[in-house]
């Protein structure tokens, strides 16, 4: 039996003139929007092969801060974007971090805009962890913690960027003597005004497998010893885990009520530098032979140091050897609800091997 074909007859319906220069000004002089694409739509039970609906751009996320919150942000879900400008081979322990796909990198330059502007145009949230303890030809410290975090936190408030996270230092004041301490609280002064939501987290010195804390301490054997200032007797800190400091980032991330705040990270407990060091040096079974010396001899050896390239600096030495102590927390108009322990300083020590490596 041959089917019977009807014919629809379609009749276009007349468009006022009206709706035409509403479509016309919509397409043409409408300003850009942002679109709403799956990654941004939470869906699944939680964790791996799920979307938690954050899309990260980690600015500094190859450093030593960096591969934690990756792995943290990797964990529960989300897409992660990793600007670089390291060799692509240091970028290869951050891809098993997250679902494939789910880590993405791409090359970048902090004095250009426009390569910002491609980082963050897709994320919702941005980390800037960018810092370096020594200064380079190329990047002084003006430029790392000033113009850089100033550009970044300009493009993502003109990107629309719900939340911002600037990582300082605890000891940050425009009112040091350290270069780097100065240059770190005038970053947070332009972070601030570029972007009055953003949360600034203040961390004291973090101690880890990879830190440049106790592997300071550690390594500083080949002067014959131990040397330190005033024997670090009048230096207290109050050291923070790697771990617990990536935990308060993801945590500010979740809290909508941490927007426009200030948060400091410190571990359970202080320490005087000394029994710090000597605690350090006792359970790796090594010798701990302090010795004073002078404020003036750490900067002769620091500009020594400038004549090839080199981690030590007048201003590292000044935080690392530590003529600056960790100040009380002052009390905050804020607490928050994260619900986690700190980790402390014996129990790491105790738990890994990272000085069998360090002190041989």
């Keep these: 039996m041959a089917a019977t ?52 751009t980690v600015f500094g996320a190859t450093g030593f ?28 322990h951050l891809r098993p971090m997250g679902d494939l796909g789910q880590i993405i990198f791409l ?29 380079t030809k190329n990047f002084d410290f003006e430029d790392v913690f000033v113009k850089i975090p100033l550009a970044i936190a300009q493009v993502s408030k003109e990107a629309g960027v719900e939340k911002f996270i600037h990582v300082s230092h605890l000891n940050a004041d425009i009112k040091s003597s350290s270069r780097y301490l100065r240059n770190k609280a ?18 004291a010195d973090i101690f880890g497998r990879e830190d440049r804390f106790l592997n300071h301490f550690a390594n500083i054997r080949s002067f014959g010893g131990v040397p330190l200032i005033s024997l670090g007797k009048k230096t207290v800190k109050q050291p923070v885990y790697v771990v617990d400091v990536s935990k308060g980032i993801i945590n500010a991330i979740k809290d909508p009520s941490a927007r426009g705040k200030t948060f400091v990270f410190v571990g359970p407990n202080r320490y005087v530098l000394f029994d710090l060091v000597q605690y350090v040096y006792a359970v790796a079974h090594r010798p701990f032979l302090p ?13 020594l140091c400038r004549l090839r390239i080199s981690e030590l600096s007048c201003d590292t030495l000044a935080v690392w050897s530590l003529r600056f102590s960790h100040p009380v927390c002052p009390r905050l108009t804020y607490k928050p609800t994260w619900q986690f322990t700190p980790s402390f300083f014996c129990s790491f020590i105790h738990s890994t091997d990272w000085w069998h490596d360090s002190l041989k």
Excluded at 12 to 37: E, K
Excluded at 291 to 303: D, G, M
């Design 291 to 303: 010795y004073p010396l002078p404020h003036f001899a750490y900067r002769f050896a620091s500009c």
């Design 186 to 203: 005038v970053g947070e002064k332009e972070v601030r005004n570029a972007f009055p939501e953003a949360t600034i987290i203040k961390p």
């Design 5 to 56: 074909v009807h014919p629809r007859i379609l009749r276009a319906l007349p468009m006022s003139r009206s709706s035409l220069t509403a479509i016309v000004t919509s397409v043409f002089h409408g300003p850009p929007q942002r679109q709403l694409h799956h990654a941004l739509i939470p869906h699944g039970k939680g964790g791996r092969s799920s979307v938690s609906g954050v899309v990260a």
């Design 65 to 92: 801060l960096g591969r934690y919150v990756v792995n943290h942000l990797g964990r529960m879900g989300s897409q992660v974007m990793v600007p670089y400008r390291c060799d692509t081979y240091d970028t290869m």
């Design 107 to 135: 090359e970048w330059n902090g004095r250009n805009k426009d390569s910002i502007r491609r980082a963050v145009e897709h994320s919702n949230v941005v980390i800037n962890l960018v810092g370096r303890e020594w200064e």
